[in-house]
């Protein structure tokens, strides 16, 4: 494999010896290197085949323009985030992360300061990717000399949950993350509670709705057993519990047209008892 142009120190074009172009990454690859060269394979941390892989060819677009300071702290940022989160992320976030941290930087040469809406929500939900965002945000600036906005840090992290779903759409991440906030606000409102959000019974509630809102968001429930007799069961032992629960699901109903089957009651309803009551 040989270099066609080197776009920065860790991102250059190559042609393999059958002429097949392909984006290719690693750190350091593009460092002293011209067109010609020979590519080693141990640098290669990834490559991306443009024939064959529509999304290669955008990254081809946008790597040829984007500042090579730039460049290297998108390479930088996502090297950290799948080494702390433990993935592999795919070709689709070097260019939305690049495109969205080339925005925010111009936005801020221009004194445009946009708010994230659900930057409480992210440090709340996604703790983990948060902090990923806020070492971003210092990344950024050792890189390019920029400071950007701290509610930058809960839009960064957005891109580290959405990889983490296969390329599900930030879109859909945020409805998710909308779901979580307005169920538990239900359930604080029902009860008049403060969460303790410490408590193991809070983070399993929390892990249990985020999985629930991703189902409301892509219609998919579970596929009932009409245990009618355990639904017969959780009425008599938590009736306030679900009562809650039927608070939740006409919430549900009403705004995302989605009907909440019985197997989904009535492991709401186990949650929110647990979770009230500190089980």
Known sequence: ????????????????????????????IGVQKKTGDEIEEEFIEKKFVIQEDEP???????????????????FAIIVRAEQDLQQTFDS?????????????????????SLKNPLAWEVRKFYRREYELGKESLAIIE????????TDEAASIALHFVNAQKEGQLIEETIRVTRIVQDIL?????????????????YNRF???????SQRVVSKENYQTSQDTFLLEQIKAN???????????SIYIEESYQ???????????????HRVVNHI
């Open 238 to 248: 938590y009736p306030d519990a679900l009562k809650c629960t039927e608070k939740v």
């Open 56 to 74: 290669a060819e955008h990254l081809k677009a946008v790597y040829q323009t984007l500042p090579v300071e730039e460049s290297d702290a998108v």
């Open 206 to 212: 929390l892990t249990h709705l985020q999985y629930f």
């Open 142 to 149: 050792r890189y390019t000399g920029t400071i950007l906005d």
């Open 258 to 272: 989605f009907k909440v089957s019985p197997d989904e009651k009535i492991y709401l309803t186990i949650h929110i």
């Open 185 to 201: 606000n239900i359930v604080r409102l029902h009860f008049g509670i403060v969460f303790d959000e410490e408590s193991i019974s």
């Open 92 to 112: 689709n976030v070097y260019l939305t992360l690049a495109d969205h941290i080339h925005y925010a930087i111009q936005r801020t040469a221009e004194g445009i």
């Open 1 to 28: 494999m040989r270099v066609e142009k080197v776009f920065n120190n860790n991102v250059v074009l190559a042609a393999t010896n059958e002429q097949t172009e392909m984006i290719v990454m690693g750190k350091g």
